[in-house]
Antibody, heavy 127, light 111 residues
Framework: QVTLRETGPALVKTTQTLTVTCTFSGFSLSSAGMCVSWLRQSPGKAPEWLALIDWDGDKYYSPSLETRLTISKDPSKNQVLLTVTNVDPMDTATYYC???????????????????WGQGILVTVSP | EIVMTQTPRSLPVSPGEPASVSCTSS????????????VDWYLQRPGESPQVLIY???HRASGVPDRFSGGGSVTEFTLKISRVAAEDVGLYYC?????????FGQGTKLE
C-alpha cells in the first residue's frame, strides 16, 4: 500500500523560509519511473501544482514560483522536501505531496496522474 | 500555461439522478506521440485529500465505481455520474498533465 504524509510547521512568519517534508512508503523513489510532486491548495481554491522530482533527480517547477521553490529528495529516508523562500500570507495553504509515475501503457499513455495524495498539512503565514 | 475552465461551479443533484461536469482547455491536450488525451478528474470529499477518478480522458482509476465515466474531445471534456450516490458529494476538479505546469480547473461543487 502506497502512503504519503506531510510534516512541517503549522505557522511561519512573513519573509521566513518554509520547509515541508513528505515521508512515503510502499514505493521507492529510486525505482525507474517514480515521481513525487508537491501541490498546495489555498482556502476555497483549486489545487495548484508546485514542483516535481523524479527517480533520476530531474526537477520541474511551476514558472510562477520557480525562483522561490526548491525540491529535493533523500531516497534513503523515503523523503521529499520542498523549500519555499520569502513566504508571505498568500502562501497560506494546505500543502500536499503526491506520487506519480512515468510508466507508459499503450491503452492509456503515460500514467503520471497523482495517486495517491498525502493527507496534507495546513501552513499559515502570519504577517 | 494551459487554462482549464469548469462549468458549472455548483451542481445540486438528488440521489439517484445523473450528473455531468464540463471542462474545457485553452489548447489541445492530445499528445503528439501516442495520441492520448491527458486530462484527469479528481474528487475531493469534504475534509479529505483529492483522489483520482478518471485519468487519460476516460480510464477509471482502480476502485472507482462504474457509475463514473469520462469522455470528450481534445479540448472539451465531460465527467458523468450515471446515478449520484450520497458519497459523491464534494468538489470535482479536472486537471491537465500534457505539459508543465500541470493546471486544474476551478472546481465544481456537487451537493
Amino acid at each position: 500500500q502506497v502512503t504519503l504524509r506531510e510534516t512541517g510547521p503549522a505557522l511561519v512568519k512573513t519573509t521566513q523560509t518554509l520547509t515541508v517534508t513528505c515521508t512515503f512508503s510502499g514505493f521507492s523513489l529510486s525505482s525507474a519511473g517514480m515521481c513525487v510532486s508537491w501541490l498546495r491548495q489555498s482556502p476555497g481554491k483549486a489545487p495548484e501544482w508546485l514542483a516535481l522530482i523524479d527517480w533520476d533527480g530531474d526537477k520541474y517547477y511551476s514558472p510562477s514560483l520557480e525562483t522561490r521553490l526548491t525540491i529535493s529528495k533523500d531516497p534513503s529516508k523515503n523523503q521529499v522536501l520542498l523549500t519555499v523562500t520569502n513566504v508571505d500570507p498568500m502562501d497560506t495553504a494546505t500543502y500536499y505531496c503526491a506520487r506519480s509515475s512515468t510508466e507508459y501503457k499503450s491503452v492509456s499513455g503515460y500514467q503520471n496522474y497523482f495517486d495517491p495524495w498525502g493527507q496534507g498539512i495546513l501552513v499559515t503565514v502570519s504577517p | 500555461e494551459i487554462v482549464m475552465t469548469q462549468t458549472p461551479r455548483s451542481l445540486p443533484v438528488s440521489p439517484g439522478e445523473p450528473a455531468s461536469v464540463s471542462c474545457t482547455s485553452s489548447q489541445s491536450l492530445r499528445d503528439s506521440d501516442g495520441g492520448h488525451i491527458y486530462v484527469d478528474w479528481y474528487l475531493q470529499r469534504p475534509g479529505e485529500s483529492p483522489q483520482v477518478l478518471i485519468y487519460s480522458l476516460s480510464h477509471r482509476a482502480s476502485g472507482v465505481p462504474d457509475r463514473f465515466s469520462g469522455g470528450g474531445s481534445v479540448t472539451e471534456f465531460t465527467l458523468k455520474i450515471s446515478r449520484v450516490a450520497a458519497e459523491d458529494v464534494g468538489l470535482y476538479y479536472c486537471m491537465q498533465r500534457l505539459e508543465y505546469p500541470y493546471t486544474f480547473g476551478q472546481g465544481t461543487k456537487l451537493e
